[in-house]
């Protein structure tokens, strides 16, 4: 098992920033790449960004592109997500996720998951 815990979430006003982190626990060596979603009140959990542990491979959402940054510091077994410029719309519960081999479906796809944190909330003023 993978136990994943985020952390940083908060308020802020639009165009600042926050730093989310995922720690991960457990059998981390068999995680081959974390992701974060977000879900506002009211709207399906969507995809923001991925990075894959070994050789550091990134993706993001065309919404967060640009303004996001998703990173990982390996020996800390940590995922952060660096969110500038935020915007009133990135208001949401932002969740960790963790897959395993064998990969099922696309990465942008929750279902694909194996592991999930708690979330935890960023909100967004205008």
């Known amino acids: 098992q993978v136990q994943l815990v985020e952390s940083g979430g908060g308020l802020v006003q639009a165009g600042g920033s926050l730093r989310l982190s995922c720690a991960a626990s457990?059998?981390?060596?068999?995680?081959?790449?974390t992701s974060w979603f977000r879900q506002a009140p009211g709207k399906e959990r969507e995809f923001v960004s991925r990075?894959?542990?070994?050789?550091?491979?990134?993706n993001y959402a065309d919404s967060v592109e640009g303004r996001f940054t998703i990173s990982r510091d390996n020996a800390k077994n940590t995922v952060y997500l660096q969110m500038n410029s935020l915007k009133p719309e990135d208001t949401a519960v932002y969740y960790c996720?963790?897959?395993?081999?064998?990969?099922?479906?696309?990465?942008?796809?929750?279902?694909?998951?194996?592991?999930w944190g708690q979330g935890t909330r960023v909100t967004v003023s205008s």
């Open positions: 990075i894959i542990w070994t050789g550091g491979s990134t």
């Open positions: 457990g059998r981390t060596f068999a995680i081959y790449a």
């Open positions: 996720a963790a897959d395993s081999p064998p990969s099922r479906g696309s990465y942008v796809s929750a279902q694909r998951y194996d592991y």
